[in-house]
């Protein structure tokens, strides 16, 4: 196999950014990730607050940054912010050659806003700010959850001149006021005098969450047309979010700002690696497959993709009337779409705060420790 001819090759050729959703300072600091950049075609990363709480609850990579944490009398907030900044940092300095070749699209590391403040949209847009000034890096993204407080914080964040990736989306209504937020935080921007070219955006729509509570209801519901509808929804969901953004950002209000040098916000499928043993480890990548996506993989799907994944070029143009065929048979099996989305939303928010606060806890007894 050669390198223009793997997977991960043909998946880029297709139009479709791979960043892997994983970061550490082993990883940093051993080359790893480097390696994963020039073998498996990767060009950006992306954390959250489950990933630093594995990251750190495991190894010695940290030890030396949390003596000297400790020592200085930070407590678990401040050195959490400290060691995830450094290692954004760090991993943005890594990515910059490919931030660099692509114009700014890829090369990029996301960071996330602390979860607690998901609903609070002054806290949000402050500490958006905050993590901005600490990487100071050019290829940062800050990730935003796309409540409905998000939304104000995503356009005045945008408006700011800060590059956003939007997280924790999963309805096609509340994705077109993620867009709506992007281009309003455009106009905010535009109206400052800022350059419009050097903001940009990814919306991260998440897939396999989707399944699996979908999945989960057509069980329940126990019918031979309900179980032939499991493992559908997800990327039937995904292929019609990639309609609403061609559709969006061909309208008129679009087409004005990208004549004044705006980026498109670009679709981001997250939550990409298959829960269900029973479907193809790497169905959310091959089914998921067009021009100007992002897909943001955990190594293990990263790693199948490049071993056995089958790149058949564009998977969604096209495939909308099936899409909305499934999402119906689902809904006339009595699985309300309103009722998982808002499910999923509200539980991906409580699940990112245990995680922060396992990371608060895990940074808190290290501190600790190093006294």
Same mark, same amino acid.
């Given at each position: 196999m050669t390198e223009t001819t793997s997977p991960t090759a043909q998946l880029s050729a297709a139009g479709v950014s791979i960043w892997l959703d994983d970061l550490s300072r082993s990883r940093i600091e051993s080359g790893g990730l480097q390696k994963l950049i020039d073998d498996r075609d990767v060009v950006g990363v992306t954390t959250n607050p489950s990933i630093f709480a594995a990251a750190l609850a495991k190894g010695e990579a940290y030890d030396a940054q949390v003596r000297e944490l400790a020592a200085a009398g930070k407590d678990a907030n401040e050195a959490v912010f400290e060691i995830t900044t450094q290692d954004v940092a760090n991993a943005s300095d890594i990515f *910059?050659? =490919?931030?660099? !070749?692509?114009?700014g699209f890829d090369g990029r590391v996301s960071i996330e806003v602390e979860p607690g403040l998901a609903h609070d949209a002054a806290g949000t847009i402050a500490q958006a700010k905050q993590l901005h000034d600490k990487v100071a890096k050019e290829n940062v993204l800050i990730k935003i959850p796309a409540t409905v407080e998000g939304l104000e914080a995503i356009a005045e964040t945008i408006g700011a001149g800060i590059s956003v990736n939007v997280t924790l989306i999963f309805s096609l209504e509340?994705? *077109?006021? =993620?867009?709506? !937020?992007?281009?309003?935080?455009?106009?905010?921007?535009?109206?400052?005098?800022l350059d419009l070219s050097t903001i940009h955006s990814v919306a991260s729509f998440f897939v396999s969450r989707v399944d699996t509570e979908i999945d989960k209801r057509l069980e329940a519901v126990g019918t031979d047309e309900a179980l032939a509808l499991k493992g559908k929804a997800g990327v039937a969901n995904a292929r019609l979010a990639y309609q609403v953004f061609t559709e969006s950002f061909e309208s008129e209000r679009a087409k004005l700002l990208l004549a004044d040098g705006a980026n498109k916000q670009r679709p981001l499928w997250a939550s990409t690696g298959v829960k269900d043993p029973s479907l193809p480890d790497t169905l959310y990548v091959t089914e998921l497959v067009a021009p100007e996506i992002v897909n943001t993989m955990p190594e293990k799907t990263l790693e199948a993709t490049f071993d056995h994944g089958v790149i058949t070029g564009d998977t969604i143009t096209g495939a909308y009337d099936d899409a909305n065929a499934v999402l119906d048979a689902v809904a006339a099996q009595g699985v309300s779409y309103d009722d998982v989305t808002l499910l999923l939303e509200n539980e991906g928010v409580e699940k990112f705060i245990v995680s922060w606060n396992e990371l608060l806890g895990t940074v808190d007894t290290a501190l600790k420790g190093a006294k």
């Amino acid at each position: 196999m050669t390198e223009t001819t793997s997977p991960t090759a043909q998946l880029s050729a297709a139009g479709v950014s791979i960043w892997l959703d994983d970061l550490s300072r082993s990883r940093i600091e051993s080359g790893g990730l480097q390696k994963l950049i020039d073998d498996r075609d990767v060009v950006g990363v992306t954390t959250n607050p489950s990933i630093f709480a594995a990251a750190l609850a495991k190894g010695e990579a940290y030890d030396a940054q949390v003596r000297e944490l400790a020592a200085a009398g930070k407590d678990a907030n401040e050195a959490v912010f400290e060691i995830t900044t450094q290692d954004v940092a760090n991993a943005s300095d890594i990515f *910059r050659p =490919v931030y660099d !070749a692509s114009n700014g699209f890829d090369g990029r590391v996301s960071i996330e806003v602390e979860p607690g403040l998901a609903h609070d949209a002054a806290g949000t847009i402050a500490q958006a700010k905050q993590l901005h000034d600490k990487v100071a890096k050019e290829n940062v993204l800050i990730k935003i959850p796309a409540t409905v407080e998000g939304l104000e914080a995503i356009a005045e964040t945008i408006g700011a001149g800060i590059s956003v990736n939007v997280t924790l989306i999963f309805s096609l209504e509340r994705y *077109r006021g =993620v867009i709506n !937020a992007y281009l309003t935080g455009l106009e905010k921007a535009k109206a400052a005098g800022l350059d419009l070219s050097t903001i940009h955006s990814v919306a991260s729509f998440f897939v396999s969450r989707v399944d699996t509570e979908i999945d989960k209801r057509l069980e329940a519901v126990g019918t031979d047309e309900a179980l032939a509808l499991k493992g559908k929804a997800g990327v039937a969901n995904a292929r019609l979010a990639y309609q609403v953004f061609t559709e969006s950002f061909e309208s008129e209000r679009a087409k004005l700002l990208l004549a004044d040098g705006a980026n498109k916000q670009r679709p981001l499928w997250a939550s990409t690696g298959v829960k269900d043993p029973s479907l193809p480890d790497t169905l959310y990548v091959t089914e998921l497959v067009a021009p100007e996506i992002v897909n943001t993989m955990p190594e293990k799907t990263l790693e199948a993709t490049f071993d056995h994944g089958v790149i058949t070029g564009d998977t969604i143009t096209g495939a909308y009337d099936d899409a909305n065929a499934v999402l119906d048979a689902v809904a006339a099996q009595g699985v309300s779409y309103d009722d998982v989305t808002l499910l999923l939303e509200n539980e991906g928010v409580e699940k990112f705060i245990v995680s922060w606060n396992e990371l608060l806890g895990t940074v808190d007894t290290a501190l600790k420790g190093a006294k």
